[in-house]
């Protein structure tokens, strides 16, 4: 099966960088993705890591470490349009399906 | 382009009726997915075509009933719906090369739905 953690919610000021980290534990790991979703609203992908490392791209950036089943999503410059909740999602080899972790709410206030 | 469109919005239907959610895709993605979402809780994955089978059932009661008419339209039949299905349902496709890592889901607005 897959386990996947990431904090429930966290708050942070407009400006500001915040750090949402999502650990997770899967056989055959064949891709993590990081998804943004306003209240009501669908998923909207933002990205995606396979290997190890960081993908930046623009105000957001993802990191991800395979040997320690960890990925952060960083977002500098905060604005308030950031408040939403933020879904890591892994996928495994040979699958095309996702398993989302619970989500992380995030609040960015003046 | 990556939308999916999905219709009707919102819906509104009693626990006799029977009605349909449809989406669509034209960025000719091949896997096509139906999610369940309650307030504030991760997507649920319903199920999954590829190549407009299903392949990907996951254990969804038999109220729920899945159709691909092609590879571009998605359908979801409800009939006989309970006030707990209340959710968003919300629409997926991607290309569907599942070797391939970078394949990417894109998400469709949802439908909202109440069962009164």
């Known amino acids: 099966g897959q386990n996947i953690d990431q904090p429930t919610e966290m708050t942070a000021t407009e400006g500001a960088i915040v750090q949402i980290n999502c650990t997770y534990q899967?056989?055959?790991?064949?891709?993590l993705f990081w998804y943004q979703q306003h209240a009501g609203e669908a998923p909207t992908f933002l990205s995606y890591?396979?290997?190890?490392g960081l993908e930046e791209k623009g105000r957001f950036s993802s990191f991800l470490s395979r040997s320690k089943g960890y990925s952060y999503l960083l977002l500098k410059e905060l604005q308030m349009k950031d408040s939403a909740s933020y879904l890591c999602?892994?996928?495994?080899?040979?699958?095309?399906?996702?398993?989302f972790g619970k989500g992380t709410m995030l609040l960015v206030s003046p | 382009d990556t939308e999916v469109t999905q219709t009707p919005k919102h819906l509104v239907m009693g626990m006799t009726n029977k009605k349909s959610l449809k989406c669509e895709q034209h960025?000719?993605?091949?896997?096509m997915y139906w999610y369940k979402q309650k307030a504030k809780k991760p997507p649920e994955l319903m199920f999954v075509?590829?190549?407009?089978?299903?392949?990907i059932n996951e254990s969804v009661p038999s109220r729920f009933s899945p159709e691909c008419p092609n590879s571009s339209l998605l359908n979801l039949h409800l009939h006989a719906l309970q006030p707990e299905d209340s959710a968003l349902y919300l629409c997926?496709?991607?290309?569907?090369?599942?070797?391939?890592?970078?394949?990417?889901?894109?998400f469709g607005p949802g439908t909202r739905l109440t069962v009164l």
């Open positions: 997926a496709s991607s290309q569907g090369d599942t070797y391939f890592s970078t394949d990417t889901q894109y």
């Open positions: 899967t056989s055959g790991f064949n891709g």
């Open positions: 890591n396979v290997l190890d």
């Open positions: 999602a892994v996928r495994r080899a040979g699958y095309s399906t996702l398993t």
């Open positions: 960025m000719g993605h091949r896997a």
């Open positions: 075509y590829s190549y407009e089978k299903l392949s």
